[in-house]
């Protein structure tokens, strides 16, 4: 069999761009319920805003912990300021994807294990809207993501 390349390797234990992350991330306390390894790799990739992460998981987990199904969003009253447009679960979720983007491989894999999670019971437990709450594309020119496309409180 033949050896693989040493970069192959690093690739393969998922560091970014085939580094290892610095010292420093590495001693920071883990993310959420991530392993040392994938946390190390938020904290290296997002510099200081690894916190968020677990912010908007909590709030994401905060939405889901209500009983029932049948949950509706809610809309933020000011979306423009960034703490009131959490109150609206579908921005988080925004907030989220858009952290996972900026992760390398190993951290990506492991972030998405959890919002994979978190999604399946998000749709179990809101209802497909007919009308899209917002009609796209967002602030960066994308269609809004299937989140957005639920039952809202007051429809
Ligand atoms: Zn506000």
Known sequence: MPRRRPGALRAARGDFEGRRPSAWARELPP???LSPAASAEVHWALRGRADEVETLLSTYRDFLRRPGN???LAPSLCESCPGCARDDVALVRDELAELYRGLPPGARRALGRVLR???????RRTMPAS?????GPDRQGRPYAWWHRRVYEGT
Do not use: K
């Not at 999670?117 to 749709?123: G, I, M, Q």
């Not at 009308?131 to 009609?135: G, H, L, N």
């Open 117 to 123: 999670a978190l999604d399946a019971e998000f749709r």
């Open 31 to 33: 993310v959420d319920r």
């Open 70 to 72: 049948g949950l509706r």
């Open 131 to 135: 009308v899209p709450f917002r009609i």
